[in-house]
């Protein structure tokens, strides 16, 4: 079946570590999206790419990076410079077209230690 | 400041009975409007959508209607079921925006009772 994968479902992190949250897609996607949900709000836009080795900050990239190597990936990186990051992530993903909706993996709750 | 509201954080309704989510925004920009369905420990599910060019759309048991005047959306589940207990969420997207990009409303909980 094609989707989006999300690993791990849940992550602990200590405080003052990098964490990397991966995002597979077997859908041939352009487009690839990153949202963070915090309890009582809507998704909010972390980072995306349209393309490979292209991609751009949303609203609130600032304590993230990301890495699109590969049209299938599109992992996550949590670092120590991210002050509030427990929260869950949601990866998404479209053809690139804007008359298609996205698609949700499961996401994957971050805590810390 | 907030471009897509959803304005009640829950809503508790009989089964059988008609669910109607709402949902207000700011920018004329938006072309495409969405609803998405969201369990527990899930990632949202797409449900429906409108284009700005029409003012109704349905699929089954579900109607999406757009008010472009008002800027007012509205996702009308009739009859509602428990199933379709799950919090939703409106997202607007403008084409003249980065491409594909959506900004998401604060969801709404609906509780469909037996």
């Known amino acids: 079946d094609g989707g989006i994968t999300q690993s791990p479902k849940y992550l602990f992190r200590k405080e003052g570590q990098n964490v990397t949250l991966s995002c597979e897609q077997n859908l041939n996607h352009d487009a690839m999206y990153w949202y963070r949900q915090d309890p009582g709000q809507g998704l909010r836009l972390i980072y995306y790419?349209?393309?490979?080795?292209?991609?751009q900050k949303g609203d609130i990239a600032e304590g993230y990076s990301v890495s699109r190597e590969k049209k299938e990936s599109f992992p996550l990186t949590v670092t120590s410079a991210q002050k509030n990051p427990t929260a869950f992530y949601l990866c998404?993903?479209?053809?690139?077209?804007?008359?298609?909706?996205?698609?949700f993996g499961d996401g994957t709750r971050l805590s810390i230690l | 400041d907030q471009q897509v509201k959803q304005n009640s954080p829950s809503l508790s309704v009989q089964e059988g009975r008609i669910s109607i989510l709402n949902c207000d925004y700011t920018n004329s920009m938006f072309d495409y409007f969405l609803w998405y369905k969201k369990y527990p420990a899930e990632g949202p599910t797409f449900l429906i959508s409108i284009s700005s060019i029409k003012d109704k759309n349905e699929d089954g048991r579900f109607t999406v209607f757009l008010n472009k005047s008002a800027k007012h959306l509205s996702l009308h589940i009739v009859p509602s079921q428990p199933g379709d207990s799950a919090v939703y969420f409106c997202?607007?997207?403008?084409?003249?925006?980065?491409?594909?990009?959506?900004?998401f409303g604060k969801g709404t909980k609906l509780s469909v009772k037996p």
């Open positions: 998404a993903s479209n053809p690139g077209r804007v008359s298609q909706p996205q698609h």
């Open positions: 790419s349209q393309i490979v080795n292209d991609f």
């Open positions: 997202a607007a997207r403008s084409s003249g925006g980065s491409q594909g990009n959506l900004i």
